[in-house]
């Protein structure tokens, strides 16, 4: 936030030290003589070895006016004293320092828009710090420093006054007090020139915009000239991208008004005309592969020139370039313009220079995480071959991560050697923990909790630990659980699960009685491409049917058919596969994944299996929708049914909203929600960008329709029977995980189900 400051002398100080450098030979010549002793005078607090280490002389040299001349330059860099002079005693050198003040705080008054220790730090990285020596130039230096980033922030009122309180043993307090005032709002934004598109058409493109009943939290409507230059790129790309090759920004005028609090924006701009592709031809060297590079190429004759369509295909010829070991390849494009009759030719020229191989991976900007958490997860090998490709999906894998919030890659020639190239892979270090919190409220339940605490990257090891509690009144959960994500060298990663969970499944009659489930599982996950993985693991579980006169029939029966204890070591295996554009927001890409269990011995034997699939698509408006199916069968084997206790459950969060949660299915005689043996869900979203928010994809309002039910073992799941349910709803991802409240009504509805039409949850819903 704060860059370092530039540590410089003062031109003052500079030119005292050189006029009293060349007044000494020039007004006290001193006759050279051999010196027998020297003194230093007026220290307080600096070490003499630091005055001594200075000088350029010692005990037995030959002293001359050169040899002060030096040591009098060397005393005044070390930046300690404002005052040195040598003077010259018989054969004594007498060296009398004026020390400077040490600081002994620095404090902050009004300061309110920026935190207090990125200020703090950077400000002693740049010499103003306790105990560092007073510097009244550097004072002066971070004094206007600090005003440039309040204009920054849009505060042009903004002052900045330093105080310099001298206290005993010639230390100093300094103190920064700031006058903030309010931030300047941008009162309107003018496009002057536009004919082809309207202009809230071009002003919806822009990230800048004027106060709305949103902008105090996407703070749009302050001023920065970085956000203006790049809204004005993006108006060029718009123009650009619809055939006005020649468009132009003529000017821009940034006016604020005399209280400095309201900024107006003009910008006058020239479209030109749009212009068509007649033809795309490529010249140059294309390593025999004209026929590959000419299939990257997203243009084509007759249609209307795209300037995104232009740079996507350099950098596709870059990247396949890249991928033969060509890191220095250079494409460009070289219109042909006929402006009479509006047509354009694109020439596009490569020169692929030499191929390379990289001699080494750097990794920086971890001050957390372990190198070798980065490192395993490159798929370019140092000492082999560069390949664009396998940099890229390198990079792509330490992004999925998720323990950064930014990774660059980038390519550094190796001096003297023009076949080898570094890479230095930068990342920024982001929390890795998280809190999710859910919560719902019903009639019968009141309000229950999930709590989850997790570390994804326990001491930057890339390991994750986590703690999961479920505090609702009929179902509680104790879960820890442990994940090494590199259990072996090859990528093998192990889980190891340990929980304790009760339930009571909701009784009509008011009675409480309870499941208990002991258990333990460990699961590995085999990586079988770069994008897919394997599960396989196993557990043990016990599984005990508490008696009261409330339990319900179906479970009843089963406790006395098959015993209040059950044991069993269920095996698991899945396959996954996530290719969304984001974990958290993701508006394109799919999700996948596959989990089957076996209870393969012990007292029950079942098969239990839950298939999903997802897809984001992107829409126009800033629009994206979603679709989610997920479909679960259980089956019973050696001869008894479906364990009760393994049942599906329906309705609620991640399931069919609106209807309460765990609601739907099976209803045992006594009246309690027992789930079922077979489950199907449909969930579909359609998102939409909060009015005034701009392209800020944090916080966005979604409209949804559901449908899904639960059956028993063997029966049929019938598309009559589902329950559904629309409503809308809003979506923030908020600083402690993302945050999903629901309203809906019911649309298909049985008249004993059990409705709640507002839900909320901190977390992922699906």
């Given at each position: 936030?704060?860059?370092?400051?530039?540590i410089?002398?003062?031109?003052?100080?500079?030119?005292?030290?050189?006029?009293?450098?060349?007044?000494?030979?020039?007004?006290?010549?001193?006759?050279?003589?051999?010196?027998?002793?020297?003194?230093?005078?007026?220290?307080?607090?600096?070490?003499?070895?630091?005055?001594?280490a200075?000088?350029?002389?010692?005990?037995?040299?030959?002293?001359?006016?050169?040899?002060?001349?030096?040591?009098?330059?060397?005393?005044?860099?070390?930046?300690?004293?404002?005052?040195?002079?040598?003077?010259?005693?018989g054969?004594?050198?007498?060296?009398?320092?004026?020390?400077?003040?040490?600081?002994?705080?620095?404090?902050?008054?009004?300061?309110?828009?920026?935190?207090?220790?990125?200020l703090?730090?950077?400000?002693?990285?740049?010499?103003?710090?306790e105990?560092?020596?007073?510097?009244?130039?550097?004072?002066?230096?971070?004094?206007?420093?600090?005003?440039?980033?309040?204009?920054?922030?849009?505060?042009?009122?903004?002052?900045?006054?330093?105080?310099?309180?001298?206290?005993?043993?010639?230390?100093?307090?300094?103190?920064?007090?700031?006058?903030?005032?309010?931030?300047?709002?941008?009162?309107?934004?003018?496009?002057?020139?536009?004919?082809?598109?309207?202009?809230?058409?071009?002003?919806g493109?822009?990230?800048?915009?004027?106060?709305?009943?949103?902008?105090?939290?996407?703070?749009?409507?302050?001023?920065?000239?970085?956000?203006?230059?790049?809204?004005?790129?993006?108006?060029?790309?718009?123009?650009?991208?619809?055939?006005?090759?020649?468009?132009?920004?003529?000017?821009?005028?940034?006016?604020?008004?005399?209280?400095?609090?309201?900024?107006?924006?003009?910008?006058?701009?020239?479209?030109?005309q749009?212009?068509?592709?007649?033809?795309?031809?490529?010249?140059?060297?294309?390593?025999?592969?004209?026929?590959?590079?000419?299939?990257?190429?997203?243009?084509?004759?007759?249609?209307?020139?795209?300037?995104?369509?232009?740079?996507?295909?350099?950098?596709?010829?870059?990247?396949?370039?890249?991928?033969?070991?060509?890191?220095?390849?250079?494409?460009?494009?070289?219109?042909?313009?006929?402006?009479?009759?509006?047509l354009?030719?694109?020439?596009?020229?490569?020169?692929?220079?030499?191929?390379?191989?990289?001699?080494r991976?750097?990794?920086?900007?971890?001050?957390?995480?372990?190198?070798?958490?980065?490192?395993?997860?490159?798929?370019?090998?140092?000492?082999?071959?560069?390949?664009?490709?396998?940099?890229?999906?390198?990079?792509?894998?330490?992004?999925?991560?998720?323990?950064?919030?930014?990774?660059?890659?980038?390519?550094?020639?190796?001096?003297?050697?023009?076949?080898?190239?570094?890479?230095?892979?930068?990342?920024?270090?982001?929390?890795?923990?998280?809190?999710?919190?859910?919560?719902?409220?019903?009639?019968?339940?009141?309000?229950?909790?999930?709590?989850?605490?997790?570390?994804?990257?326990?001491?930057?090891?890339?390991?994750?630990?986590?703690?999961?509690?479920?505090?609702?009144?009929?179902?509680?959960?104790?879960?820890?659980?442990?994940?090494?994500?590199?259990?072996?060298?090859?990528?093998?990663?192990?889980?190891?699960?340990?929980?304790?969970?009760?339930?009571?499944?909701?009784?009509?009659?008011?009675?409480t009685?309870?499941?208990?489930?002991?258990?333990?599982?460990?699961?590995?996950?085999?990586?079988?491409?770069?994008?897919?993985?394997?599960?396989?693991?196993?557990?043990?579980?016990?599984?005990?049917?508490?008696?009261?006169?409330?339990?319900?029939?179906?479970?009843?029966?089963?406790?006395?058919?098959?015993?209040?204890?059950?044991?069993s070591?269920?095996?698991?295996?899945?396959?996954?596969?996530?290719?969304?554009?984001?974990?958290?927001?993701?508006t394109?890409?799919?999700?996948?994944?596959?989990?089957?269990e076996?209870?393969?011995?012990?007292?029950?034997?079942?098969?239990?299996?839950?298939?999903?699939?997802?897809?984001?698509w992107?829409?126009?408006?800033?629009?994206?929708?979603?679709?989610?199916?997920?479909?679960?069968?259980?089956?019973?084997?050696?001869?008894?049914?479906?364990?009760?206790?393994?049942?599906?459950?329906?309705?609620?969060?991640?399931?069919?909203?609106?209807?309460?949660?765990?609601?739907?299915?099976?209803?045992?005689?006594?009246?309690?929600?027992?789930?079922?043996?077979?489950?199907?869900?449909?969930?579909?979203?359609?998102?939409?960008?909060?009015?005034?928010?701009?392209?800020?994809?944090?916080?966005?309002?979604?409209?949804?329709?559901?449908?899904?039910?639960?059956?028993?073992?063997?029966?049929?799941?019938?598309?009559?029977?589902?329950?559904?349910?629309?409503?809308?709803?809003?979506?923030?991802?908020?600083?402690?995980?993302p945050?999903?409240?629901?309203?809906?009504?019911?649309?298909?509805?049985?008249?004993n189900?059990?409705?709640?039409?507002?839900?909320?949850?901190?977390?992922?819903?699906?």
């Amino acid at each position: 936030m704060f860059p370092a400051f530039p540590i410089a002398p003062a031109r003052s100080l500079v030119a005292a030290v050189t006029l009293a450098v060349l007044a000494v030979p020039a007004a006290r010549a001193v006759t050279p003589f051999t010196i027998k002793d020297i003194r230093v005078e007026g220290l307080q607090r600096t070490d003499p070895g630091t005055v001594f280490a200075a000088l350029p002389f010692r005990i037995g040299d030959t002293y001359n006016d050169e040899k002060g001349a030096i040591a009098l330059r060397s005393l005044f860099a070390t930046g300690l004293f404002k005052d040195v002079r040598i003077e010259i005693e018989g054969d004594v050198a007498v060296v009398i320092v004026d020390e400077r003040p040490v600081i002994a705080t620095v404090t902050f008054d009004g300061l309110k828009e920026f935190d207090k220790d990125p200020l703090t730090k950077s400000l002693k990285e740049a010499g103003i710090g306790e105990g560092l020596p007073f510097d009244r130039a550097l004072i002066d230096r971070a004094e206007q420093e600090i005003k440039r980033q309040y204009l920054s922030r849009s505060l042009y009122g903004a002052e900045v006054v330093t105080t310099v309180t001298p206290i005993e043993r010639n230390r100093v307090n300094v103190t920064f007090t700031m006058t903030e005032g309010d931030a300047a709002r941008i009162r309107d934004i003018r496009i002057v020139g536009a004919k082809a598109f309207s202009p809230s058409t071009l002003l919806g493109l822009f990230d800048l915009t004027t106060g709305g009943w949103l902008t105090w939290y996407t703070k749009s409507d302050r001023y920065s000239r970085a956000k203006l230059n790049a809204d004005l790129e993006t108006l060029r790309a718009y123009y650009v991208n619809r055939g006005y090759l020649e468009f132009a920004v003529e000017s821009t005028q940034v006016t604020i008004s005399p209280d400095k609090q309201e900024i107006s924006i003009t910008i006058s701009i020239r479209e030109g005309q749009p212009y068509t592709v007649t033809g795309i031809k490529l010249e140059g060297d294309y390593l025999g592969k004209e026929d590959e590079f000419r299939s990257l190429v997203r243009l084509k004759p007759g249609e209307p020139y795209r300037g995104e369509a232009v740079t996507e295909t350099t950098k596709a010829f870059g990247d396949l370039f890249g991928a033969y070991g060509y890191a220095f390849a250079r494409v460009d494009s070289r219109p042909e313009i006929d402006r009479a009759k509006g047509l354009v030719a694109i020439t596009l020229v490569a020169e692929p220079q030499r191929r390379v191989y990289v001699r080494r991976v750097d990794v920086a900007g971890n001050t957390r995480t372990r190198d070798e958490v980065v490192r395993r997860e490159f798929r370019q090998l140092e000492s082999s071959w560069y390949d664009g490709n396998r940099i890229k999906l390198s990079r792509d894998r330490v992004d999925r991560l998720g323990y950064f919030k930014d990774v660059n890659v980038e390519t550094n020639e190796v001096a003297g050697a023009p076949d080898q190239v570094d890479l230095t892979v930068t990342v920024g270090e982001k929390p890795t923990g998280n809190l999710l919190i859910g919560a719902n409220y019903s009639n019968a339940e009141k309000l229950g909790l999930t709590l989850s605490v997790k570390q994804d990257n326990v001491f930057g090891s890339g390991n994750y630990l986590g703690v999961e509690v479920n505090t609702s009144k009929y179902y509680r959960t104790l879960v820890l659980s442990a994940v090494d994500p590199y259990f072996t060298v090859d990528g093998i990663s192990r889980a190891l699960d340990l929980y304790y969970r009760t339930s009571r499944p909701y009784n009509a009659q008011g009675d409480t009685y309870q499941i208990a489930t002991p258990g333990a599982s460990v699961r590995f996950g085999v990586p079988v491409t770069d994008f897919d993985t394997v599960f396989v693991g196993i557990g043990a579980e016990s599984t005990r049917i508490g008696t009261s006169t409330g339990i319900p029939n179906s479970y009843f029966l089963y406790r006395e058919t098959y015993g209040a204890n059950s044991f069993s070591v269920p095996l698991t295996l899945g396959w996954a596969r996530d290719a969304r554009d984001s974990a958290l927001a993701p508006t394109a890409g799919r999700y996948q994944r596959v989990n089957l269990e076996w209870g393969m011995a012990g007292d029950v034997r079942y098969l239990r299996s839950n298939l999903q699939y997802q897809e984001y698509w992107p829409l126009p408006w800033k629009m994206s929708l979603m679709f989610n199916a997920e479909l679960g069968l259980g089956k019973g084997l050696g001869g008894r049914p479906f364990p009760i206790f393994k049942n599906f459950y329906g309705g609620g969060l991640g399931s069919v909203r609106v209807f309460e949660q765990s609601s739907l299915g099976v209803i045992d005689p006594t009246g309690a929600f027992i789930g079922g043996a077979r489950k199907l869900n449909f969930n579909t979203e359609l998102y939409f960008p909060v009015p005034g928010t701009g392209n800020d994809k944090t916080l966005r309002i979604f409209a949804f329709a559901d449908a899904g039910n639960v059956w028993r073992e063997g029966e049929k799941i019938d598309a009559g029977s589902l329950r559904a349910s629309v409503g809308v709803g809003l979506s923030w991802i908020s600083p402690v995980g993302p945050l999903k409240l629901s309203w809906g009504v019911p649309v298909k509805v049985k008249p004993n189900d059990r409705i709640q039409r507002f839900q909320f949850q901190i977390g992922t819903a699906f």
